[in-house]
């Protein structure tokens, strides 16, 4: 593969703090003793690609302002491409605070922005992923719903993670319709558990799957479940994959590192670009959500949004 994945969507910064005020994660200080770290889902996404070996290019937008200059060499150390007019020097670079509970997840509280420079794809990109606050905050919301559409008959494999947050969108039903549109330009479409409680309320995982895969396209829909696994579906074959026991720092970035993990996962195995997963069988789509949640899991082992090299995965889990 020589075209990178091409990932679209929000880099920011987490200011990372612990209910008790001690502060959790690795990077610049920021007040009252938190830290400020690169973050960002889209951009976690990318990261983690970078580090499982896939070329990957991020559109996205920041400022050269300290906070820029700090996710511009994250970025850039961790070997993503920055697609041109990502940095923009009169662009203020948004941030995100995270808050830990006890237990270490993390709820955020948002000041962003988003307009994304122009969207294209290049010849033989494998994928496209996009998802969380850039797919429903406009104006970029717009240009991200019709560069989807616009892929109909492209050899390009779409990937979305709505990654809903109830600060940026809180009414669940205008969100869902939201996702659905998007999900009819995707391949495959991953939510958490806690996507499917604030989107579908009352629905169960399955009910939900089923009514996004009623669209041609969306040919499989992941279900995160933190410390239960995740489950995978299509319109013929249902998985259940457990998560191994481990004593968890937090949970910042593990749904982006999962993201990440299943997409490595099915470009090993051939099924990205013009398979858009075609092929995808019982057998293959569970061994693809268990290097995922192992991923995720070793995330959940470190501060931060920390996400593992294909080292760090053999390493780990052989």
Same mark, same amino acid.
């Given at each position: 593969m020589t075209a990178p994945v091409l990932v679209i969507g929000e880099a920011l910064v987490d200011i990372v703090s612990s209910r008790s005020g001690s502060g959790t994660g690795s990077g610049r200080n920021g007040k009252n003793g938190s830290k400020a770290t690169p973050g960002g889902s889209p951009a976690n996404v990318a990261v983690g690609l970078a580090r499982l070996g896939l070329p990957t290019e991020l559109v996205t937008r920041f400022g050269t302002d300290p906070y820029?200059?700090?996710?511009?060499?994250?970025?850039?150390?961790?070997? #993503?491409q920055l697609s041109p007019g990502s940095v923009d020097p009169n662009f203020r670079t948004s941030t995100a605070t995270a808050t830990l509970d %006890?237990?270490?997840? %993390?709820?955020?509280?948002?000041? !962003?922005?988003?307009?994304?420079?122009?969207?294209?794809?290049?010849?033989? *990109?494998?994928?496209?992923?996009?998802?969380s606050?850039?797919? #429903?905050?406009?104006?970029? %919301?717009?240009?991200?719903?019709?560069?989807l559409a616009s892929l109909t008959e492209q050899p390009v494999t779409v990937t979305l993670d709505p990654n809903a947050r109830p600060t !940026?969108?809180?009414d669940p039903e205008s969100t869902w319709t939201a996702v659905r549109e998007l999900a009819a330009s995707a391949d495959l479409v991953k939510l958490s558990d806690e996507d499917c409680e604030f989107l579908r309320p009352g629905a169960s995982p399955d009910e939900i799957a089923a009514e996004l895969l009623t669209v041609d396209r969306t040919k499989c829909v992941v279900i995160t479940r933190g410390g239960d696994g995740a489950i995978g579906l299509t319109r013929t074959t249902r998985?259940?994959?457990?998560?191994?026991? !481990?004593?968890?720092?937090?949970?910042?970035?593990a749904g982006d590192s999962f993201m990440s993990a299943l997409i490595a996962g099915l470009?090993?195995?051939?099924?990205?670009?013009?398979?858009?997963?075609?092929?995808?069988?019982?057998?293959?789509?569970?061994?693809? !959500?268990?290097?995922?949640?192992?991923?995720? %899991?070793?995330? *959940?082992?470190?501060?931060?949004?920390?996400?593992?090299?294909?080292?760090?995965?053999?390493t780990t889990w052989g």
């Open positions: 820029g200059d700090q996710l511009g060499a994250h970025l850039f150390g961790n070997g #993503v %006890a237990n270490g997840v %993390a709820s955020y509280q948002f000041d !962003i922005t988003w307009e994304p420079p122009a969207l294209s794809l290049r010849r033989g *990109c494998p994928a496209v992923h996009t998802g606050i850039a797919t #429903v905050l406009e104006p970029g %919301a717009a240009a991200i719903r019709t560069f !940026i969108t809180p998985v259940e994959v457990t998560a191994p026991a !481990i004593k968890v720092v937090d949970t910042v970035g470009q090993t195995r051939g099924l990205l670009g013009a398979a858009r997963l075609e092929g995808l069988n019982e057998q293959t789509l569970h061994a693809v !959500i268990d290097y995922a949640v192992k991923a995720a %899991a070793i995330t *959940c082992t470190r501060p931060g949004a920390d996400p593992p090299t294909a080292t760090d995965h053999t």
